[in-house]
Each structure stands twice: as structure tokens, then as C-alpha cells.
């Protein structure tokens, strides 16, 4: 789907508000808390029209301005203006057998005329309708920040086409088409720089503060704005199929999926409502008929009942909460898959990161070639380039680089079989050699002393080893010719993220590395991991995920949503590096970073620590106030106006306090 079907999309639906969308029964018509339907203008304006006629009314009431008979008239009036929505709804409540928040408004408001009471059947009305504009209205603010993104890829592009430039829709435009981008400029779609250098705010799908330099060979992304210099780009993917888009369509996917919390709560008020109804019911009918009670006494009392009952601030606590959430992280470059997932990083307890591209650059270089056997070092590198010009891992791309870089010329090695997590083979010329690391060459027979004091020098450095050698077969027992040092840069701000996840509650971190146990040892006291666990293969991953998840309960794993996939689907929360740039990660994890800044994690726990706590206290503080609304309407002391003041009060509070959110200058 494209970006402007998003707003097709919406506009046809003829609401912004992200609950009409949240899979609550709205296919049926069914809802047990607040409607949203007052979020067009004829609603608003029905509104505007019903609380103008309660306060004439009321005005004229306390001035006597009017006869009795036209002010009485005014309140019947304001009610028709301000619910007249609310009937039909009623009616199909009662049709399904199932009272919702429209059939206790308006068995309220009609007790309350039957007692006379019109002035505070028509304000019930009336300010019911304010509390559901209020849900309305909290759900576009939260709203605005995702759609935000729409509006920030443009609508044209100009493409080259017959050696001319000429400007065409965005869904025109074809892969590999080449398009310019004027300084100032927003980047139309996704592509890698052809012509020009240029720096780029990437802050609208990345979250960086600090724009990026751009020059030829680097990838940039649709919706992002172009510096100072002008581009050419060649268009990596259509405009349904940019990154921009991606985000777009998983955050309306996400915000379909409810939060425990929310399931909790739909549950309880899917009984709540009924059983409310049942005691509004024995108030009405036992005083009068077993105590000699007056009957409009009571049923004043279990219309006051009822109007405390709408749960509106109860069934609003949650998906406000979520949105707001979800939007504010996204606009840091976060990406969460749904309100369960924001509730499950809140309750995270420990986190097993990966080092290569997590905690290191992943951009491993060779540092130097140590030779054996009489081995010149163009001798091993020939032979270890030949075997890793199969492989796409980063230390075998490092081999690759380095050996071209040395000037060295190499085949392509023949009956190339990758052996996971260990390393690969292959056939150099007729001969069969090996290239792996430590373990492997334990595998293989050919550790000797020497060879295990010499790999354990490399590893002392916190560098990775690739073991170069020919391969046992048949009468030959193998032997190392060869040992390359492998060094990957650690993150600057690695230290930095640790300690940030120690202060937002992480417990315990632990990194899970492939390297041997050394580099991981050393790696992890350089930044201030807890514990390294090293010589691990994919399966050993998993593993160590279950076992934390048994010791913890609830774990995260980060990585790059590809390698680590299946430690991070045995995670509570799987957390992907770096999604800007790979398709994958933003597809199989659960929380996507779009920049490969660890610290962002940090800000995502405390944020999702802070929604939970927001979400807690809403519900706590609803509960509360129904219980203590129940008790003063069983006493006698509470009315119709001081009900209904309440349940708009309670519910304008909740969305205040949901939205507090979204607050740019907050903190997670």
C-alpha cells in the first residue's frame, strides 16, 4: 500500500481516530465503552448546538426570564440536539442483549425527565457528549504524530527520462529510474546516490538529531530532506515498498493489536456494564417494594448509578496510553509491532545483545596475517579469499576486502560448504583447505600447543581469529597455515548504552557471541557487560535466550533481525539494529531500531516503563473513582450533576494523562 492510500484510506472512513480501527468489535457495531463517533463536524456542531440550549436553559432558569413552560421546553430540545445519535445505538444495545454506555445514558437521561428532572437529563446529554468528543479529540492528537510521516515524503519526483528531468507521481516513478533531488529538498524515494555529495536529515525515519553525509554508493530513504548539495539517485523501490511506507503500514498494524492491558480491560467491561445495569435495577425496584421507599427517590438514585457506571475513563486508560506510545517512539526512530510488545519491554528484566554490528561497528578489519609452515602471507590470503569469496559473513567479508586491498589475486574456490558457526571449506586449485575459527580448528584435530598459544595472543586483544589450513582428507592430517587477526571497532557510545540499561532496570546483560570466549571476555569488560558468552553457534544462541528467559522471565535480544532471528523469536521481546537499512530486521523483529544507536534501547524501556505506569494508574484511578461514586449514590448523597461532572472530569484527566506522552520535550 502506498503512503497516500494511508490517507485515501482514512479520508474515506471520513475519521482521523485511530479506534475506529482497532478491531473492537467494530465490525459488529459493539463496543462497551465510549463511542467515537463524535468526531465528524455534524456531530460537533449537535454538540456546540446542545450545550448553547442547556445553557440558555439554565440561564433562563435562574434569571426567570421565560415562562416555566418555555424554559422546561428548552432542556427536551438540547436533548434531541445532543443525542440524537445516541438511540439508534441504545436500541441495537438492547437488540443484542448486551447494555453498552449509549443505553445507560440514555436510560439515565430518560429516568431523570420522568422525575421531572429535566435540566439534568438534558446536561447528562450533553456532557455525555463532551466526554466522547474528548476520546475523539485525545485519539486524533495521538494520532497526528504518526500521520505525520504522510506528509513528509513528497507527492512528485523528478525522474529522468530520454536524457530530460521532468517531474511525475511518486507511484510512476520505476525501480531503477534515476531521480534529482534540489538542496532542501525532500527525497522522494528510496535509492542509492548516483551524482553529489550532501548531508541528510534522516530524523524523520531514523531519529538521528545529527544529519548524515551523503556521497556515491550510500543508501538513502524516502522522507528524508536533503541538505545543502544536490543528488542524483538511482530508485532502489517503489513508492509502496520504501522504508517510509513500511513504517507506516506496520504502525497502523500495531496499533490493531491490543495490549494485555486492554484485553483486561474490554473483558471487564464486557461484564462490568451488564452487572452495572442489574444493580441500577434492584436499587430501582427493592427500596420501593420491600422497604416502603418512594419511587422517584430510587430511580433518581439508580439513574445517578448508571451515569457513574459509564466507563468511559476505564476502556480510554488503555489505548490512549498505547498510541501515544507507540507514536512517541516512532518519532525517535523506534519501531514497536503493537501495544503488547511496548507492555512486554516494560516489564524486561534482562537483555542478551549480540557483539558483531550490536555492541561492535561490525565492520571488522583484519589487523595482521601471521604464517606457518613456510606460508608466505599472499599464500594464505590467496587461499582464505578464494574459500570466503562464498560468504556473505562480515569477518569473511573482511578477509575478501583485505586480500584485494594487499593487491592479491585469487580464484573462486570450488565444493564450497559452509560449516555453521564454525567456518567454511573448499577446494583451492585441487587442494582442500579450511578457513575458521578457534573451534574449528579443534574440530578438525590440528590445535596443537603452539598453535593454541598463538590463537590465545590474538583473542588476549579482544580480536577475532580466522584459522587458514589445509584440510584433513584421507592420509593427509591437516595442518594451520596461517592465522588472521580480525579486529571490529567497538561502538563509542557502547559503555554509554550499558550503563543506560542498568539505569532504566535492566538487571543483567549478556552478550552472545560466535567469537571464542577470550574476545568475547575481553570485549565485554571493555563496555561493561555482565557476563560474555562465547564460541556460541546459532542453536547455543537459543539456548542461552531459554535459559535467561527461565532465570528472568522476561528477556530481549538484539541483533540484526537476519542472523539472530531465531534467538530473538525465543525472546520475550526480539530487538533488531540498524531496520533502516535492512528490510528483515523491520519484518521479523519486535522492536526495530532504525539507527544502529544501542542507546536507543534505553530510551525505549524507560518509555514503555513510563506508558505502562500511566496505563496503571488511569485504570487504578477510574476504579477508584466508581467505588467511590457507588458508595455515595447507595448514601444518598450524590446527583445527577455531580455524576456526570465526574465521569467527563475522570475521562478529560485519563487523556491529559495518556497524552503526556507525546510531549516532545519528555524524556522517556
Request: glycine share 10%.
Given at each position: 500500500m502506498k503512503p497516500s492510500d494511508h490517507t485515501h484510506k482514512s479520508r474515506e472512513h471520513g475519521s482521523d481516530s485511530p479506534y475506529e480501527q482497532d478491531g473492537r468489535d467494530h465490525e459488529h457495531g459493539e463496543h462497551e465503552g465510549c463511542d467515537h463517533s463524535s468526531s465528524n463536524p455534524w456531530d460537533t456542531r449537535s454538540l456546540i448546538a446542545s450545550g448553547a440550549l442547556v445553557g440558555i436553559g439554565l440561564i433562563a432558569r435562574w434569571t426567570k426570564m421565560l415562562p416555566a413552560l418555555g424554559t422546561e421546553a428548552i432542556f427536551p430540545a438540547a436533548m434531541l440536539t445532543g443525542g440524537w445519535l445516541l438511540l439508534p445505538k441504545a436500541w441495537r444495545a438492547i437488540l443484542r442483549f448486551r447494555p453498552d454506555i449509549n443505553l445507560l445514558v440514555v436510560i439515565a437521561a430518560i429516568g431523570a425527565s420522568l422525575v421531572g428532572e429535566w435540566a439534568e437529563a438534558a446536561t447528562v446529554v450533553f456532557l455525555f457528549g463532551v466526554a466522547e468528543w474528548l476520546e475523539g479529540w485525545a485519539g486524533r492528537r495521538a494520532q497526528r504524530a504518526v500521520e505525520a510521516l504522510l506528509g513528509i515524503a513528497p507527492k512528485t519526483a523528478t525522474v529522468k527520462r530520454d536524457g530530460k528531468f521532468a517531474d511525475v507521481p511518486v507511484e510512476e516513478v520505476?525501480?531503477?529510474?534515476?531521480?534529482?533531488?534540489?538542496s532542501g529538498m525532500n527525497i522522494p524515494l528510496d535509492g542509492e546516490v548516483l551524482t553529489g555529495e550532501s548531508s541528510v536529515n534522516q530524523a524523520p525515519i531514523t531519529g538521528e538529531s545529527v544529519?548524515?553525509?551523503k556521497k556515491k554508493g550510500d543508501t538513502v530513504f524516502a522522507g528524508t530532506v536533503n541538505g545543502e548539495g544536490s543528488l542524483e539517485i538511482r530508485v532502489t523501490k517503489a513508492a509502496g515498498d520504501t522504508t517510509l511506507a513500511r513504517i507506516i503500514r506496520l504502525v497502523e498494524e500495531a496499533r490493531e493489536q491490543k495490549a494485555p492491558t486492554q484485553r483486561f480491560v474490554d473483558v471487564f467491561a464486557r461484564y462490568y456494564t451488564p452487572a452495572v445495569t442489574v444493580v441500577a435495577l434492584l436499587i430501582l425496584l427493592v427500596p420501593p417494594l420491600f422497604m416502603g421507599g418512594d419511587w422517584s427517590q430510587w430511580l433518581y438514585r439508580a439513574c445517578v448509578l448508571l451515569i457513574i457506571a459509564c466507563p468511559c475513563a476505564l476502556v480510554i486508560s488503555t489505548p490512549v496510553s498505547i498510541v501515544a506510545g507507540l507514536a512517541a517512539l516512532a518519532k525517535r526512530g523506534v519501531l514497536v509491532k503493537g501495544g503488547a510488545h511496548l507492555e512486554s519491554i516494560a516489564k524486561l528484566k534482562a537483555l542478551a545483545v549480540d557483539k558483531t554490528g550490536t555492541i561492535t561497528e561490525g565492520k571488522p578489519q583484519v589487523q595482521g596475517v601471521e604464517t606457518l609452515n613456510q606460508k608466505s602471507e599472499q599464500e594464505v590470503l590467496r587461499i582464505a579469499a578464494a574459500v570466503d569469496l562464498h560468504s556473505s559473513h562480515p569477518l569473511a567479508k573482511a578477509v575478501v576486502e583485505y586480500a584485494k586491498k594487499q593487491g592479491v589475486e585469487f580464484p573462486r574456490a570450488e565444493n564450497y560448504q559452509a560449516r555453521s558457526g564454525r567456518g567454511a571449506e573448499g577446494s583451492v586449485e585441487g587442494h582442500d583447505y579450511f578457513v575458521g575459527n578457534h573451534r574449528l580448528t579443534h574440530e578438525l584435530g590440528v590445535c596443537s600447543e603452539d598453535i593454541e598459544r598463538r590463537l590465545a595472543?590474538?583473542?588476549?586483544?579482544?580480536?577475532?581469529?580466522?584459522?587458514?589450513?589445509?584440510?584433513?582428507?584421507?592420509d593427509c592430517k591437516g595442518e594451520v597455515l596461517g592465522i588472521l587477526a580480525i579486529g571490529d571497532t567497538v561502538r563509542p557510545n557502547a559503555a554509554e548504552a550499558i550503563k543506560a540499561l542498568h539505569a532504566a532496570g535492566i538487571e543483567t546483560v549478556v552478550m552472545l557471541s560466535g567469537d571464542n570466549q577470550r574476545t568475547a571476555d575481553s570485549i565485554a569488560k571493555q563496555v561493561g557487560i555482565d557476563?560474555?558468552?562465547g564460541d556460541l553457534l546459532p542453536e547455543d544462541k537459543v539456548t542461552a535466550v531459554k535459559a535467561l528467559r527461565e532465570k528472568h522471565g522476561s528477556v530481549g535480544m538484539v541483533g540484526d533481525?537476519?542472523?539472530?532471528?531465531?534467538?530473538?523469536?525465543?525472546?520475550?521481546?526480539?530487538?533488531a539494529m540498524g531496520g533502516a537499512g535492512a528490510d528483515a530486521a523491520i519484518e521479523t523483529a519486535d522492536v526495530t531500531l532504525m539507527t544502529d544507536d544501542l542507546g536507543k534501547i534505553?530510551?525505549?524501556?524507560?518509555?514503555g516503563r513510563r506508558t505502562l505506569a500511566i496505563i496503571r494508574f488511569n485504570i487504578i484511578f477510574a476504579l477508584a473513582l466508581k467505588a467511590l461514586f457507588l458508595v455515595l449514590t447507595l448514601l444518598g448523597h450524590a446527583s445527577l450533576w455531580l455524576a456526570i461532572m465526574a465521569d467527563t472530569g475522570a475521562t478529560l484527566l485519563v487523556v491529559a494523562n495518556s497524552l503526556r506522552l507525546l510531549r516532545s520535550s519528555d524524556q522517556p
Open positions: 520505476r525501480v531503477a529510474e534515476t531521480v534529482a533531488v534540489k544529519p548524515v553525509d595472543a590474538v583473542e588476549s586483544k579482544g580480536q577475532s581469529v580466522v584459522v587458514v589450513g589445509h584440510r584433513p582428507h584421507g557476563e560474555a558468552r533481525g537476519v542472523n539472530d532471528a531465531p534467538a530473538m523469536a525465543s525472546a520475550t521481546v526480539g530487538i534505553a530510551e525505549t524501556i524507560r518509555l
